[in-house]
């Protein structure tokens, strides 16, 4: 997100920092002071699945007796994590006159890495530095006694990434993702309750059609009639099923290297006679076809039998 159109006033957030007047909001970025900071490359593809794994991954380096919160994007090829404190945030703000409801957003200090050319002067023992890509505080000491400090104008800075304090309270998914997921919980309701109304509908009609049959067939409304129906038919139709399923599996035993010599089909059995000139293939025909419940018998040395009784 490209803040460059915001008309928040942005000050950088350090323990040596002057006291603030006003009464409007204004964008706050922590320095390394308020925050620690992590970058790992991670087989993940979200923002939110790495914002699950960031508590262990600063097991070594927080205070367990503070509760911190976390934050999390994309660097390049690796992962930027952010472990902060809001209560530690917010209580040294109110000190500085700045309240918590006049917080909009809150920035890393990480992102001004690559407006950094020389240090930042942060007071009277520490400045602020990019060291390999890293945003890191340097004691003063270090440094020369004529050391010019970069002066960076933070209105001309574009962050990329920025989170509302309420957010820094709530789950692991962001903003953005939690838009899309219930847009998609969404339209899966919207597409049930639709699919919903057709099945309805769809049993209406079934039902409207049984009751025109019976009104035309007053006997089928006889339970007993209707059982004895299916009793008479139920086996012819499950012979049937049984023929065109053998019929099937005997279509799937043919290859290029093999032929159809024979098929027998009766109110009894089913049988075929197939032919090939490779062993292979006809050890391949035979395993298949028992493993499909036909008893096999071989004709010659390139002629199997199968059937199947019905």
């Known amino acids: 997100m490209n803040l460059m159109g915001s008309s928040n006033r942005r000050v950088l957030v350090h323990r040596d920092m002057e006291s603030i007047t006003t009464t409007d909001s204004v964008d706050i ?8 900071f992590l970058r790992e490359e991670l087989g993940v593809r979200f923002a939110y699945q790495a914002k699950q794994i960031a508590p262990s991954l600063f097991d070594d380096y927080l205070d367990d007796s503070q509760e ?8 390049e090829e690796h992962w930027c994590f952010f472990a902060y404190s809001v209560e530690e945030i917010t209580s040294f703000l109110e000190t500085k006159g700045v309240k ?31 060291l390999d890509g890293t945003v890191a505080l340097l004691p003063k000491r270090l440094m020369s006694s004529d050391y010019r400090y970069d002066t960076l104008n933070l209105e001309n800075v574009s962050f990329k990434s920025g989170i509302a304090l309420s957010s820094s309270y709530d789950s692991f ?7 899309i997921i219930s847009s998609l919980l969404l339209l899966l309701g919207v597409a049930f309750i639709v699919e919903g109304g057709r099945i309805k509908s769809s049993i209406q009609s079934a039902i409207e059609k049984e009751e025109a049959l019976l009104d035309k067939n007053p006997r089928l409304s006889s339970s007993l009639v209707r059982k004895s129906i299916l009793g008479e038919y139920e086996p012819i139709d499950r012979r049937e099923r049984l023929k065109r399923d053998s019929a099937e599996q005997i279509s799937k035993l043919l290859s ?11 109110d009894n059995k089913i049988s075929a006679t197939i032919e090939t000139d490779s062993t292979a293939t006809m050890k391949q025909i035979e395993t298949q076809a028992r493993s499909k419940k036909f008893k096999t018998k071989k004709e010659g040395s390139k002629q199997i039998k199968m059937e199947r009784v019905i």
Request: charged letters at 15%; glycine letters at 2%; hydrophobic letters at 40%.
């Open 68 to 75: 911190y919160q976390f934050h999390v994007y994309k660097c």
């Open 29 to 36: 970025i922590l320095t390394p002071q308020f925050y620690t």
């Open 100 to 130: 918590i409801h006049q917080i909009s957003k809150i920035f890393f200090a990480q992102e001004l890495s690559s407006y950094m050319e020389n240090a930042i002067d942060l007071g009277s023992t520490l400045s602020m530095q990019s």
């Open 256 to 266: 290029a290297k093999s032929i159809l010599k024979e098929l027998t089909i009766d």
């Open 173 to 179: 998914v962001p903003l953005k993702e939690t838009i």
